[in-house]
C-alpha cells in the first residue's frame, strides 16, 4: 500500500511539472497573439500617415493648378483688351498711309492737312457697323474729329486745319478709330496709328499731292 502512495505521488509531480510549462506555453502564446494586435494596428496606421501624404501631394497640386488657371485667364484678358464673345475686329491700318496739303481747302478758309489711312474690319462686312467716332490729334495741337465707318477698299481721310505756325515744323498725328469704345471688338489694341509728317516753309500756295509721310501702329 505504501508502494502505491508513493507511486501516485511520483506520477502527481511528473504531472504538475509538465503541466506547468504546457499552462505557461499557452500563456505565452496568448500573449504573442495579443503583441501581435498592436502589430496589426500599426500597420493600418502606416497606411493612414500613406494616406496623409498622398492627400498632401493631391492638394498641393490643385494649389498649383488653381494658381496656374488664375494666370492663364488674366494674360488672356490682358492680351487681347478686347471682349471675347465679339465677332469682328475693327483696324486702323498703318498700311499705305498718304498725306497731302490743300490751300486754303478747308470751309473756313484754312489751308488743310489731309491723311489718307484705311480703316479696316475683319470677320465681318462694312455694313455691319454703324459710323464710330473718329479723331486725331498731333503734338503740335492739331486736332480732329468725325464719324465714319469701315471700308476695306476705299481709304478713310482725316483733315486738320492749319494755323501760320504750324509750317516748318514735323507733326506727329495720332488717329483712333472708335475712339469711344462704342463696337465690341476682338481686340482694342489696333485701333490706333501715328503719323510722321513735315510741312515745309513758306507755306505753300500750291497743292501737294502726295506730301511726304509715314506711319506706324499705336
Known amino acids: 500500500m505504501a508502494s502505491y502512495t508513493k507511486w501516485c505521488a511520483a506520477l502527481l509531480a511528473i504531472f504538475v511539472l509538465v503541466a506547468i510549462p504546457a499552462c505557461g506555453g499557452d500563456e505565452g502564446e496568448s500573449g504573442g497573439a495579443s503583441g501581435g494586435e498592436p502589430a496589426a494596428g500599426a500597420a493600418p496606421g502606416e497606411d493612414m500617415s500613406g494616406d496623409t501624404e498622398d492627400e498632401g501631394d493631391s492638394g498641393s497640386a490643385e494649389g498649383t493648378s488653381g494658381e496656374g488657371g488664375d494666370t492663364g485667364e488674366g ?21 499705305n498711309v498718304e498725306c497731302s496739303y490743300v490751300p486754303g481747302g478747308d470751309l473756313s478758309g484754312a489751308d488743310l492737312l489731309n491723311v489718307h489711312f484705311y480703316f479696316l474690319i475683319i470677320g465681318g462686312n462694312p455694313p455691319d457697323v454703324p459710323p464710330v467716332s473718329i479723331t486725331g490729334q498731333s503734338d503740335t495741337g492739331l486736332t480732329t474729329s468725325y464719324n465714319g465707318g469701315p471700308h476695306n477698299q476705299a481709304v478713310n481721310t482725316a483733315q486738320f486745319a492749319l494755323r501760320e505756325g504750324d509750317f516748318g ?30 510741312l515745309p516753309s513758306p507755306r505753300p500756295t500750291q497743292t501737294i499731292d502726295p506730301l511726304s509721310c509715314s506711319a506706324t501702329s499705336g
Open 75 to 95: 494674360t488672356q484678358e490682358t492680351g487681347t483688351g478686347g471682349d471675347p464673345n465679339a465677332r469682328f475686329n475693327l483696324i486702323a491700318s498703318p498700311d
Open 169 to 198: 515744323r514735323s507733326h506727329s498725328v495720332t488717329l483712333t478709330v472708335d475712339a469711344g469704345n462704342e463696337v465690341s471688338e476682338t481686340s482694342e489694341s489696333d485701333n490706333r496709328i501715328r503719323v510722321s509728317v513735315a
